[in-house]
């Protein structure tokens, strides 16, 4: 099987296997429990980045629906998936990749899935996340004083969600600084906190206010 | 995810902070975060955290102490807008305007937190509808693993759980004064009770503005404050204001020998 | 729930979402941790169980490279794979349904799956593990509580080495409860639990922090 990849010497013992490497990459996809880079991948299968990456973006591709035509894609050992969409996708999230249930199934996967992960965040922990998410790292004592209540609690909570942890101590205070994880990115489905919304269209004319607010209380 | 920790998200019901109900007072009223929505709604500001204080004791002092802190501002504010309008004259005003820009602006700060908190909210919903793939590893894979390298003597493995055990991470309930008062203070709201019982035994009614005339830290005065409000629910003293805004007389009610510190709620014991 | 009902009527929900029932099924199975019967299986989908196991079997073959050609394959929404099997299989095992990854590409795999691993436990697994041995049987969501962090995948780790396991589930909270194994025992070198050191002579006012942490419970 060639995948159009000039360069892919390395794999030549994946590419005799039935289905070749996209076949290999599909069953190392399946005993993920968390997400893989693409140089894990391609390590794991000694392909290199770039062919794995077009893999991916390929399996990607079938899972969601796309009818293979084109006519180089012939060659392809496996022919592509229909034109409707399987029951799970392949996302690529907080830098890895991994095998999702689709959204339109939630309320039967949901049966199955006992572990409540998709209990909702209270309001409280909600705006302290976000606080979080646009100040990291950042002590609890600037998360209160922003939202103008102790927040002890509700970080705690936070913490044993996995979604925020401890990243180190302000040199100067002393005092623990938190900042949110890698299981917080693939929660919110992106791939790094700078795509996050923009916070500053809500805070019309206040750039300055962290460092204002800053000086005058912490 | 409920929180179980007693305070003012479940008291409150819908307001998770003081900001969160003046928010949501000046929403009510259609009103822009100006200083007119701030005179509109200080009243029923005032009036919302009253009645907290009467529905129960129960209500901690750090999370009461927000509150306050905002309701004294909001006063404050609207006390000078009443006031006619002049030029800035002395230090006292200076602060009141350096007191409403910085209100404003923690304010519309939380605002803007607040929507990006809801845009959060949202997306994780929508992701939740998603799950992942993450299954044990098969049998026959899980069999392959290297047999673990394992050195720990059962009293290390205690060592280890008896770390693992201790709350490091769960800090004492603090008191979020810090910024009323430099550390190392040592004010006790029942201590200041029992300072403000005695010289009203000696001499009633008193002025607030009496009562805190020797306080040597705002943090001193907010003490006092706390305790009024102690003693009015023991009903030791009641109050005397004949129109808004002015002075406050506090009558002592109890005698002279019926009430002592002792008989304060226990919520108040501990040091500010 | 009426999956003992003859007639699919019942699932007519379940058809009406994109890909219909087969993909329901799909994402069911592809985030399946223990193998379903077709019972559970049907009772989830609300479908009766002839109609599930005809969909496990085409899935079955689709996923081993089955070209669909049968005029009455037509009427799937999703057409079916190519003649090529795919990375993953769907195999029923003892009367349960689970999706694995495919034999052929078993060596890849174990290659991957070895490459990530240690002989040795980390730091943060070390103490969930003490946490479970001395409070033991006892959640994932205590667990956390006290450790401060999400374990959810030091758990797993723990379980895969086979040091922990499932013992039931709360009667309040329904969730699952671990306790530690005889392996655990064997390579501690003691005969029960009840052979572990002591904490409390050490550890003023240790006795109190379960009670302090069942407060903090989620």
């Known amino acids: 099987m060639n995948h159009e990849v000039p360069n892919a010497g390395a794999g030549a013992q994946v590419h005799e296997l039935p289905g070749g490497a996209k076949s290999a990459l599909e069953a190392v996809l399946m005993v993920l429990d968390q997400p893989a880079t693409e140089e894990e991948l391609a390590a794991g299968l000694e392909l290199d980045v770039p062919a794995v990456r077009g893999l991916l973006e390929e399996l990607q591709r079938e899972y969601n629906g796309y009818t293979v035509k084109a006519p180089d894609m012939e060659k392809a050992s496996i022919a592509g998936f229909g034109s409707s969409p399987r029951g799970f996708e392949l996302r690529n999230i907080a830098g890895g990749w991994r095998i999702y249930s689709r959204t339109d199934f939630a309320g039967i996967v949901g049966k199955y899935v006992l572990d409540g992960q998709t ?44 979604l925020i942890e401890d990243s180190g101590t302000d040199p100067e205070s002393g005092a623990i600084l938190y900042r949110t994880t890698s299981y917080f990115l693939e929660r919110m489905g992106i791939g790094s906190v700078a795509e996050l919304p923009q916070l500053s269209p809500h805070l019309p004319g206040l750039d300055g206010i962290a460092e204002f607010y800053d000086a005058e209380r912490m | 995810m409920a929180e179980t920790k007693p305070g003012f998200e479940v008291r409150l019901a819908n307001f998770t902070g003081p900001f969160d109900l003046l928010l949501a007072l000046i929403a009510k009223h259609q009103l822009d975060i100006t200083e007119v929505a701030i005179a509109t709604v200080t009243d029923e500001f005032i009036k919302y955290i009253r009645n907290l204080q009467q529905q129960g004791g129960e209500w901690a002092l750090d999370e009461a102490s927000e509150f306050l802190v905002i309701a004294a501002t909001l006063l404050d504010l609207k006390a000078a807008r009443l006031l006619p309008a002049g030029e800035v004259e002395n230090e006292e005003d200076v602060a009141l305007l350096e007191a409403r820009d910085l209100l404003f602006a923690r304010l519309l700060q939380y605002k803007a937190f607040k929507q990006v908190a809801s845009l959060l909210g949202d997306t994780l919903h929508e992701e939740g509808q998603r799950f992942p793939r993450q299954v044990a590893l098969e049998g026959h894979f899980a069999a392959m693993l290297p047999e673990l390298v394992w050195k720990h003597s059962p009293e290390q493995f205690a060592a280890l759980a008896a770390g693992a055990l201790n709350p490091k991470t769960a800090p004492p309930p603090e008191v979020g004064l810090a910024h009323l008062h430099g550390h190392g203070s040592n004010v006790s709201v029942k201590e200041e009770a029992e300072r403000l019982g005695l010289r009203l035994r000696q001499q009633s009614p008193l002025t607030f503005r009496e009562l805190i005339a020797d306080a040597d830290s ?11 409000l102690e003693l009015f629910r023991d009903k030791a003293v009641s109050f005397d204001q004949p129109v808004a805004l002015a002075e406050l007389a506090v009558h002592w009610t109890a005698g002279h020998g019926d009430w002592s510190a002792e008989n304060l709620s226990e919520e108040y014991e501990e040091q500010l």
């Open chain 2, 218 to 228: 705002s943090l001193v005065v907010v003490a006092r404050f706390l305790a009024l």
């Open chain 1, 119 to 162: 209990a909702r965040l209270t309001q409280a922990a909600l705006e302290t996340l976000a606080v979080i998410a646009y100040r990291q790292p950042v002590s609890r004592a600037r998360v209160s004083a922003i939202r103008g209540v102790n927040v002890d609690s509700v970080v705690r909570t936070l913490a044993q969600r996995g």
